[in-house]
Protein backbone atom coordinates (compact mmCIF):
# COMPACT_ATOMS: atom_id res chain seq x y z
CA UNK A 1 0.00 0.00 0.00
CA UNK A 2 1.11 3.66 -0.83
CA UNK A 3 1.50 6.16 1.46
CA UNK A 4 1.48 10.17 1.51
CA UNK A 5 0.82 13.11 3.62
CA UNK A 6 -1.89 14.50 1.49
CA UNK A 7 -4.10 13.14 -1.07
CA UNK A 8 -5.67 15.81 -3.52
CA UNK A 9 -8.58 14.47 -5.20
CA UNK A 10 -9.69 16.15 -8.54
CA UNK A 11 -7.61 17.84 -11.15
CA UNK A 12 -9.01 20.82 -12.43
CA UNK A 13 -7.66 24.29 -11.88
CA UNK A 14 -8.39 24.03 -8.23
CA UNK A 15 -7.27 20.89 -7.44
CA UNK A 16 -3.99 20.94 -9.90
CA UNK A 17 -3.44 24.55 -8.71
CA UNK A 18 -3.94 23.11 -4.54
CA UNK A 19 -1.00 20.17 -5.45
CA UNK A 20 1.63 22.99 -6.84
CA UNK A 21 0.72 25.04 -4.24
CA UNK A 22 1.82 22.11 -1.46
CA UNK A 23 4.29 20.52 -3.74
CA UNK A 24 6.72 22.65 -1.32
CA UNK A 25 5.71 22.02 1.96
CA UNK A 26 8.13 19.20 2.40
CA UNK A 27 5.24 16.95 2.35
CA UNK A 28 4.50 13.57 0.15
CA UNK A 29 1.79 14.79 -2.54
CA UNK A 30 -0.54 12.51 -4.56
CA UNK A 31 -2.93 14.11 -6.72
CA UNK A 32 -5.62 11.87 -7.72
CA UNK A 33 -8.05 12.44 -10.76
CA UNK A 34 -9.24 10.01 -13.78
CA UNK A 35 -6.64 10.79 -16.84
CA UNK A 36 -9.27 12.26 -19.37
CA UNK A 37 -11.20 15.98 -19.11
CA UNK A 38 -14.44 16.95 -20.92
CA UNK A 39 -12.96 19.61 -23.49
CA UNK A 40 -13.50 23.39 -21.74
CA UNK A 41 -13.78 26.92 -23.51
CA UNK A 42 -14.45 28.52 -20.86
CA UNK A 43 -12.42 31.51 -19.22
CA UNK A 44 -11.85 32.25 -15.96
CA UNK A 45 -11.13 35.61 -14.54
CA UNK A 46 -8.08 35.84 -12.44
CA UNK A 47 -8.06 39.13 -9.37
CA UNK A 48 -4.98 40.88 -8.68
CA UNK A 49 -4.29 38.40 -5.35
CA UNK A 50 -4.69 35.57 -7.53
CA UNK A 51 -2.28 36.90 -10.01
CA UNK A 52 -0.17 37.37 -7.24
CA UNK A 53 -0.42 34.17 -6.01
CA UNK A 54 -0.34 32.72 -9.02
CA UNK A 55 3.20 34.32 -9.61
CA UNK A 56 4.44 32.82 -6.12
CA UNK A 57 4.06 29.67 -7.72
CA UNK A 58 6.45 30.43 -10.45
CA UNK A 59 2.94 30.07 -13.02
CA UNK A 60 2.09 33.33 -14.62
CA UNK A 61 5.30 33.99 -17.13
CA UNK A 62 4.10 30.84 -18.32
CA UNK A 63 -0.31 31.72 -18.39
CA UNK A 64 0.26 35.43 -19.32
CA UNK A 65 0.54 34.53 -22.75
CA UNK A 66 -2.79 33.31 -22.76
CA UNK A 67 -4.50 36.35 -20.75
CA UNK A 68 -6.05 39.08 -21.09
CA UNK A 69 -5.95 42.40 -18.70
CA UNK A 70 -9.07 43.68 -17.12
CA UNK A 71 -8.38 47.46 -16.88
CA UNK A 72 -12.12 48.39 -16.83
CA UNK A 73 -15.05 47.03 -15.29
CA UNK A 74 -18.34 48.70 -16.64
CA UNK A 75 -21.97 47.75 -15.66
CA UNK A 76 -25.00 48.89 -17.88
CA UNK A 77 -28.38 48.44 -17.14
CA UNK A 78 -29.73 46.65 -20.21
CA UNK A 79 -33.38 46.42 -18.56
CA UNK A 80 -36.77 48.06 -19.68
CA UNK A 81 -37.41 48.65 -16.33
CA UNK A 82 -39.33 51.48 -15.01
CA UNK A 83 -36.58 52.26 -12.62
CA UNK A 84 -33.28 52.11 -14.26
CA UNK A 85 -29.52 52.38 -13.32
CA UNK A 86 -27.07 54.55 -14.41
CA UNK A 87 -23.48 53.21 -16.20
CA UNK A 88 -21.23 52.53 -13.49
CA UNK A 89 -17.24 52.32 -14.60
CA UNK A 90 -14.62 50.69 -11.99
CA UNK A 91 -11.32 51.91 -13.63
CA UNK A 92 -8.08 49.59 -12.08
CA UNK A 93 -6.11 53.17 -11.54
CA UNK A 94 -8.23 54.14 -9.45
CA UNK A 95 -7.00 51.93 -6.85
CA UNK A 96 -3.95 51.91 -7.77
CA UNK A 97 -3.34 48.91 -10.39
CA UNK A 98 -2.49 48.43 -14.09
CA UNK A 99 -5.57 46.37 -14.03
CA UNK A 100 -8.03 44.65 -11.68
CA UNK A 101 -6.81 41.17 -12.90
CA UNK A 102 -6.44 38.76 -16.05
CA UNK A 103 -9.01 36.91 -18.30
CA UNK A 104 -7.57 33.77 -19.25
CA UNK A 105 -9.16 30.45 -20.96
CA UNK A 106 -9.66 27.51 -19.25
CA UNK A 107 -7.69 25.47 -21.77
CA UNK A 108 -4.68 26.52 -21.68
CA UNK A 109 -4.34 27.05 -17.85
CA UNK A 110 -4.95 23.38 -17.18
CA UNK A 111 -2.47 22.18 -19.88
CA UNK A 112 0.12 24.93 -18.21
CA UNK A 113 -0.87 23.46 -14.55
CA UNK A 114 -0.35 19.78 -16.45
CA UNK A 115 3.13 20.14 -17.62
CA UNK A 116 4.22 21.80 -14.51
CA UNK A 117 2.76 18.89 -12.44
CA UNK A 118 4.48 16.44 -14.58
CA UNK A 119 7.47 17.93 -14.30
CA UNK A 120 7.48 18.07 -10.25
CA UNK A 121 8.84 15.17 -8.86
CA UNK A 122 7.74 15.31 -5.87
CA UNK A 123 3.94 15.32 -7.18
CA UNK A 124 2.41 11.42 -7.49
CA UNK A 125 -0.10 11.43 -10.38
CA UNK A 126 -2.40 8.65 -9.64
CA UNK A 127 -4.89 8.76 -12.83
CA UNK A 128 -7.89 6.94 -10.74
CA UNK A 129 -10.98 7.94 -9.40
CA UNK A 130 -12.04 7.56 -5.73
CA UNK A 131 -13.82 4.90 -4.55
CA UNK A 132 -14.45 5.18 -1.29
CA UNK A 133 -12.45 7.17 1.99
CA UNK A 134 -12.72 5.05 5.30
CA UNK A 135 -11.38 7.01 8.09
CA UNK A 136 -8.72 5.37 10.83
CA UNK A 137 -7.14 7.04 14.10
CA UNK A 138 -3.52 7.68 12.20
CA UNK A 139 -5.52 8.53 8.54
CA UNK A 140 -7.29 8.03 5.64
CA UNK A 141 -7.50 4.90 3.31
CA UNK A 142 -8.27 5.59 -0.29
CA UNK A 143 -9.71 2.99 -2.64
CA UNK A 144 -8.99 3.69 -5.92
CA UNK A 145 -11.26 2.36 -8.75
CA UNK A 146 -9.06 -0.14 -9.95
CA UNK A 147 -9.00 -1.84 -6.68
CA UNK A 148 -5.73 -0.17 -5.22
CA UNK A 149 -5.15 1.13 -1.79
CA UNK A 150 -3.53 4.10 -0.51
CA UNK A 151 -2.82 5.24 2.76
CA UNK A 152 -2.27 9.15 3.97
CA UNK A 153 -2.84 11.32 6.40
CA UNK A 154 -4.69 14.67 4.99
CA UNK A 155 -7.48 14.21 2.53
CA UNK A 156 -8.15 17.64 0.11
CA UNK A 157 -11.99 17.31 -2.01
CA UNK A 158 -11.61 19.50 -4.83
CA UNK A 159 -13.74 16.68 -7.23
CA UNK A 160 -16.73 19.07 -7.93
CA UNK A 161 -20.38 19.52 -6.88
CA UNK A 162 -20.54 15.57 -6.95
CA UNK A 163 -17.84 14.96 -4.27
CA UNK A 164 -17.33 11.50 -3.32
CA UNK A 165 -14.89 12.94 -0.65
CA UNK A 166 -17.85 15.12 0.92
CA UNK A 167 -20.04 12.27 1.11
CA UNK A 168 -17.31 9.98 2.18
CA UNK A 169 -16.58 12.41 5.43
CA UNK A 170 -19.98 12.91 5.85
CA UNK A 171 -20.39 16.45 5.35
CA UNK A 172 -24.02 17.66 4.30
CA UNK A 173 -24.82 20.78 1.84
CA UNK A 174 -27.58 22.84 1.01
CA UNK A 175 -27.91 23.51 -2.76
CA UNK A 176 -30.72 25.68 -4.98
CA UNK A 177 -31.14 26.31 -8.21
CA UNK A 178 -32.14 29.48 -10.25
CA UNK A 179 -34.39 29.61 -12.98
CA UNK A 180 -31.41 30.63 -15.94
CA UNK A 181 -28.96 28.87 -17.91
CA UNK A 182 -25.53 30.38 -18.78
CA UNK A 183 -24.56 30.31 -22.19
CA UNK A 184 -20.65 30.48 -22.42
CA UNK A 185 -18.56 31.34 -25.78
CA UNK A 186 -15.69 32.84 -27.36
CA UNK A 187 -16.03 35.79 -30.02
CA UNK A 188 -13.97 37.72 -32.36
CA UNK A 189 -14.68 41.62 -32.98
CA UNK A 190 -14.09 44.29 -35.39
CA UNK A 191 -13.21 46.72 -32.68
CA UNK A 192 -10.60 46.72 -29.76
CA UNK A 193 -12.13 45.74 -26.54
CA UNK A 194 -9.35 48.23 -25.29
CA UNK A 195 -9.38 46.08 -21.74
CA UNK A 196 -12.83 47.07 -20.95
CA UNK A 197 -15.13 44.15 -19.52
CA UNK A 198 -19.14 45.47 -20.08
CA UNK A 199 -21.29 43.61 -18.10
CA UNK A 200 -25.04 44.18 -19.01
CA UNK A 201 -28.13 43.61 -16.27
CA UNK A 202 -31.22 42.75 -17.93
CA UNK A 203 -34.03 41.04 -16.90
CA UNK A 204 -33.20 37.51 -17.50
CA UNK A 205 -29.56 37.93 -15.56
CA UNK A 206 -26.02 39.41 -16.45
CA UNK A 207 -24.33 39.62 -20.27
CA UNK A 208 -20.94 39.81 -19.85
CA UNK A 209 -18.38 40.43 -21.96
CA UNK A 210 -14.96 39.83 -20.97
CA UNK A 211 -11.78 40.68 -22.85
CA UNK A 212 -9.50 38.06 -24.60
CA UNK A 213 -6.43 38.54 -26.46
CA UNK A 214 -6.27 40.50 -29.31
CA UNK A 215 -9.85 41.28 -30.60
CA UNK A 216 -11.62 38.64 -28.91
CA UNK A 217 -13.53 38.11 -25.85
CA UNK A 218 -15.18 35.55 -23.64
CA UNK A 219 -19.19 35.78 -22.68
CA UNK A 220 -21.48 34.85 -20.23
CA UNK A 221 -25.25 35.24 -21.09
CA UNK A 222 -27.67 34.90 -18.15
CA UNK A 223 -31.14 33.27 -20.04
CA UNK A 224 -34.03 31.56 -19.18
CA UNK A 225 -32.82 28.00 -20.15
CA UNK A 226 -34.92 26.97 -23.12
CA UNK A 227 -33.52 30.49 -24.65
CA UNK A 228 -30.39 29.73 -23.71
CA UNK A 229 -30.74 26.09 -25.56
CA UNK A 230 -32.12 27.34 -28.38
CA UNK A 231 -29.31 30.37 -28.73
CA UNK A 232 -27.01 27.58 -28.28
CA UNK A 233 -28.10 25.61 -31.11
CA UNK A 234 -28.48 28.40 -33.65
CA UNK A 235 -25.65 28.21 -36.64
CA UNK A 236 -22.67 30.71 -35.34
CA UNK A 237 -23.88 33.15 -38.02
CA UNK A 238 -27.31 33.96 -36.10
CA UNK A 239 -25.89 33.55 -32.83
CA UNK A 240 -22.97 36.26 -33.41
CA UNK A 241 -25.72 38.13 -34.61
CA UNK A 242 -27.88 37.92 -31.52
CA UNK A 243 -24.78 38.81 -29.43
CA UNK A 244 -23.80 41.92 -31.59
CA UNK A 245 -27.54 42.87 -31.19
CA UNK A 246 -27.56 42.30 -27.19
CA UNK A 247 -24.36 44.32 -27.35
CA UNK A 248 -25.75 46.97 -29.54
CA UNK A 249 -23.16 47.04 -31.28
CA UNK A 250 -20.58 48.35 -29.05
CA UNK A 251 -17.45 45.73 -30.82
CA UNK A 252 -18.63 46.26 -34.23
CA UNK A 253 -19.41 42.55 -36.11
CA UNK A 254 -18.86 39.61 -34.27
CA UNK A 255 -18.11 35.94 -35.08
CA UNK A 256 -18.64 33.61 -32.92
CA UNK A 257 -16.44 31.04 -32.60
CA UNK A 258 -17.98 27.08 -32.28
CA UNK A 259 -18.06 25.56 -29.26
CA UNK A 260 -21.01 27.28 -27.86
CA UNK A 261 -21.76 25.45 -24.69
CA UNK A 262 -24.67 25.88 -21.74
CA UNK A 263 -24.59 25.26 -18.18
CA UNK A 264 -28.15 25.16 -15.70
CA UNK A 265 -27.23 27.97 -12.58
CA UNK A 266 -27.53 26.34 -8.96
CA UNK A 267 -25.68 27.22 -5.99
CA UNK A 268 -24.42 25.15 -3.55
CA UNK A 269 -22.60 25.78 0.12
CA UNK A 270 -21.38 22.75 2.21
CA UNK A 271 -22.51 22.68 6.22
CA UNK A 272 -18.56 22.29 6.79
CA UNK A 273 -15.61 22.94 4.84
CA UNK A 274 -13.45 20.72 6.67
CA UNK A 275 -13.46 17.75 9.46
CA UNK A 276 -11.18 15.56 11.45
CA UNK A 277 -8.29 14.63 8.06
CA UNK A 278 -10.88 16.52 5.19
CA UNK A 279 -10.74 19.45 3.87
CA UNK A 280 -12.71 20.71 0.93
CA UNK A 281 -12.04 23.32 -1.78
CA UNK A 282 -13.24 24.64 -4.93
CA UNK A 283 -17.30 23.52 -6.47
CA UNK A 284 -16.90 20.34 -3.52
CA UNK A 285 -17.18 23.29 -0.75
CA UNK A 286 -18.85 26.26 -2.83
CA UNK A 287 -20.74 26.71 -6.02
CA UNK A 288 -22.12 29.97 -7.26
CA UNK A 289 -23.36 31.52 -10.95
CA UNK A 290 -20.61 33.02 -13.15
CA UNK A 291 -21.29 36.33 -11.53
CA UNK A 292 -18.53 39.29 -10.22
CA UNK A 293 -15.58 36.97 -11.28
CA UNK A 294 -15.56 34.75 -7.92
CA UNK A 295 -15.71 31.53 -8.12
CA UNK A 296 -11.91 30.28 -8.79
CA UNK A 297 -10.65 33.45 -6.80
CA UNK A 298 -12.32 32.18 -4.14
CA UNK A 299 -11.07 28.56 -4.78
CA UNK A 300 -7.40 30.08 -4.69
CA UNK A 301 -8.33 32.17 -0.92
CA UNK A 302 -9.27 28.72 0.18
CA UNK A 303 -5.91 26.91 -1.55
CA UNK A 304 -3.75 29.79 0.17
CA UNK A 305 -5.74 29.36 3.85
CA UNK A 306 -5.01 25.29 3.49
CA UNK A 307 -0.96 25.96 2.70
CA UNK A 308 -1.02 28.37 5.62
CA UNK A 309 -2.48 25.74 7.92
CA UNK A 310 0.11 23.12 6.92
CA UNK A 311 2.70 25.11 7.01
CA UNK A 312 2.01 25.29 10.74
CA UNK A 313 1.14 21.74 11.37
CA UNK A 314 2.98 18.65 11.16
CA UNK A 315 1.00 15.41 9.82
CA UNK A 316 1.05 13.73 13.10
CA UNK A 317 -1.56 16.65 13.68
CA UNK A 318 -3.76 16.23 10.81
CA UNK A 319 -6.81 14.98 12.63
CA UNK A 320 -7.98 18.29 13.40
CA UNK A 321 -6.62 20.19 10.05
CA UNK A 322 -10.07 20.03 8.85
CA UNK A 323 -12.29 21.99 11.87
CA UNK A 324 -9.33 24.75 11.54
CA UNK A 325 -9.33 24.96 8.00
CA UNK A 326 -13.22 25.28 8.27
CA UNK A 327 -13.33 27.92 10.73
CA UNK A 328 -10.79 29.71 8.62
CA UNK A 329 -13.16 29.79 5.72
CA UNK A 330 -16.60 30.38 6.95
CA UNK A 331 -17.02 34.15 7.09
CA UNK A 332 -15.29 34.65 3.18
CA UNK A 333 -16.83 31.95 1.48
CA UNK A 334 -20.45 32.50 3.16
CA UNK A 335 -20.16 36.39 2.63
CA UNK A 336 -19.36 35.68 -1.31
CA UNK A 337 -22.47 33.19 -1.45
CA UNK A 338 -24.86 35.50 0.22
CA UNK A 339 -23.46 38.51 -2.27
CA UNK A 340 -23.83 36.95 -5.57
CA UNK A 341 -27.12 35.25 -4.48
CA UNK A 342 -28.53 38.13 -3.96
CA UNK A 343 -27.19 40.07 -6.60
CA UNK A 344 -28.14 37.59 -9.09
CA UNK A 345 -31.54 37.49 -7.44
CA UNK A 346 -32.04 40.94 -7.67
CA UNK A 347 -31.96 41.27 -11.62
CA UNK A 348 -34.55 38.49 -11.76
CA UNK A 349 -37.39 40.58 -9.29
CA UNK A 350 -39.94 42.44 -10.62
CA UNK A 351 -40.55 44.03 -7.04
CA UNK A 352 -40.45 47.65 -7.14
CA UNK A 353 -38.58 48.01 -3.92
CA UNK A 354 -36.03 45.66 -4.47
CA UNK A 355 -35.22 47.46 -8.37
CA UNK A 356 -34.95 50.74 -6.55
CA UNK A 357 -32.65 49.42 -4.22
CA UNK A 358 -30.20 48.27 -7.15
CA UNK A 359 -30.82 51.02 -9.42
CA UNK A 360 -30.45 53.59 -6.23
CA UNK A 361 -26.98 51.43 -5.08
CA UNK A 362 -25.39 51.94 -8.28
CA UNK A 363 -26.03 55.57 -8.76
CA UNK A 364 -24.03 55.75 -5.29
CA UNK A 365 -21.17 54.24 -6.85
CA UNK A 366 -21.71 56.03 -9.96
CA UNK A 367 -21.55 59.75 -7.96
CA UNK A 368 -19.13 58.67 -4.82
CA UNK A 369 -15.59 57.94 -5.31
CA UNK A 370 -14.34 56.95 -2.25
CA UNK A 371 -17.06 53.98 -2.24
CA UNK A 372 -16.66 52.68 -5.41
CA UNK A 373 -12.80 52.42 -4.28
CA UNK A 374 -14.29 50.14 -1.87
CA UNK A 375 -16.20 48.20 -3.37
CA UNK A 376 -13.28 47.70 -5.93
CA UNK A 377 -11.05 46.66 -3.20
CA UNK A 378 -13.33 44.05 -1.68
CA UNK A 379 -13.78 42.84 -5.28
CA UNK A 380 -10.17 42.05 -5.50
CA UNK A 381 -9.25 40.69 -2.09
CA UNK A 382 -11.21 40.31 1.24
CA UNK A 383 -10.54 43.44 3.44
CA UNK A 384 -8.78 45.13 0.74
CA UNK A 385 -10.11 48.36 1.67
CA UNK A 386 -8.95 48.25 5.17
CA UNK A 387 -5.53 46.93 4.57
CA UNK A 388 -5.04 49.96 1.97
CA UNK A 389 -6.23 52.26 4.84
CA UNK A 390 -3.95 50.91 7.11
CA UNK A 391 -0.96 51.50 4.53
CA UNK A 392 -1.81 54.73 3.79
CA UNK A 393 -2.02 55.41 7.47
CA UNK A 394 1.80 53.79 7.84
CA UNK A 395 2.86 55.92 4.44
CA UNK A 396 1.24 59.33 6.76
CA UNK A 397 2.85 58.42 9.20
CA UNK A 398 6.15 58.10 8.17
CA UNK A 399 6.25 60.84 6.26
CA UNK A 400 5.86 62.69 9.27
CA UNK A 401 9.13 61.43 11.20
CA UNK A 402 10.84 61.30 8.38
Given at each position: MRQFDIAIVGAGLAGSLAALALSDSGRTVALIAPPTRAADGRTTALMDQSIAFLKTLALWDAIAP??????????????????????????????????????????????????????????????????????????????????????????????????????????????????????????????????????????????????????????????????????????VSDLGQSVEERMQSMLGKVTVEAGAQSFPLSGMTADHFGKERFVLLGEAAHAFPPIGAQGLNLSLRDIMALRDLIGDSEPANYSTLGERFDRRRQADIRSRTLSVDLLNRSLLS?????????????????????????????????????????????????????
Amino acid sequence: MRQFDIAIVGAGLAGSLAALALSDSGRTVALIAPPTRAADGRTTALMDQSIAFLKTLALWDAIAPHAAALETMQILDGTTRLLRAPPVAFRSGEVGLDAFGYNIPNAPFLKVLDERIAAQGNIARLENGVTAANSFENGVELVLDDGERVLVSLVVGADGKKSRIRDSAGIGVRAWSYPQSALVLNFAHERPHGNISTEFHTESGPFTQVPLPGRRSSLVWVLPPKEAARLRDLPVSDLGQSVEERMQSMLGKVTVEAGAQSFPLSGMTADHFGKERFVLLGEAAHAFPPIGAQGLNLSLRDIMALRDLIGDSEPANYSTLGERFDRRRQADIRSRTLSVDLLNRSLLSDFLPVQFLRSAGLHLLSALGPLRSIVMREGIEPLGSLKAFREGLRERVARKQA
